[in-house]
């Protein structure tokens, strides 16, 4: 089994800062990652599939870089709508998908 | 725009059967390379994948949850629907479908879940 692991679980930025996120599978998954974005009471959302590629509508401010076993999301300059939570899902023993257990960004 | 909705009891006693549906709006469950799938989440937790089916009728289940579910599809409905059985507090959760795309780099190909449903809140109490 694939096992995902996000760090950090948690972070407290401010508006304009800039944010990354990093995700580490326990072993090679080439650039099959992908991110997504959960508000509270809402279904997530994808950001970034195959490591690197914006999802159509997701802001440019968003990025994802990566491959192998350690990924990165970065949001370059964070803007009110993107406190939330942040998953990192692996595709690579497609048909079966795991996620990371997300980290949460708040308000400092 | 393809749209998901859940539905189903939102109430299920310990021992029963979990059975929830998800009806594809603005899309046929059948065009494209699509693979259709079912996610849950706890309450405050993360995100489990519980498994997929194509419009062919295959499926893939997550190991954990195999021998507990089943993932169907009627085509003439454009649904596809979860059965869980033999449920316990701990499948207490909000349960999400989902549509999984494909897109292809060079020889790789990368699968997503691109549209998903609102979510539906599934309590397992007597």
Redo the contacts between chains.
Sequence with gaps: ?IQMTQSPSSLSASVGDRVTITCRASQSI???L?W?QQKPG?????LI??AS?L?SGVPSRFSGSGSGTDFTLTISSLQPEDFATY?C?Q?YS?????????TKVDIK | QVQLQESGPGLVKPSQTLSLTCTVSGGSISSGTY?W?WIRQPAGK????IG?IYTSGST?Y??SLKSRVTISVDTSKNQFSLKLSSVTAADTAVY?CARVSR?I?RT???????V????TTVTVSS
């Design positions: 089994d080439s650039s099959s992908n997504y809402k279904a997530p959302k994808l599939y195959g590629s999802q998953y899902q595709s497609t048909p079966y998908f795991t996620f990371g257990p997300g | 693979y799938s993360g995100l489990e994948w997929r893939n997550n190991p999400y897109s780099t790789t190909y990368y699968y997503y879940m691109d998903w449903g609102k979510g």
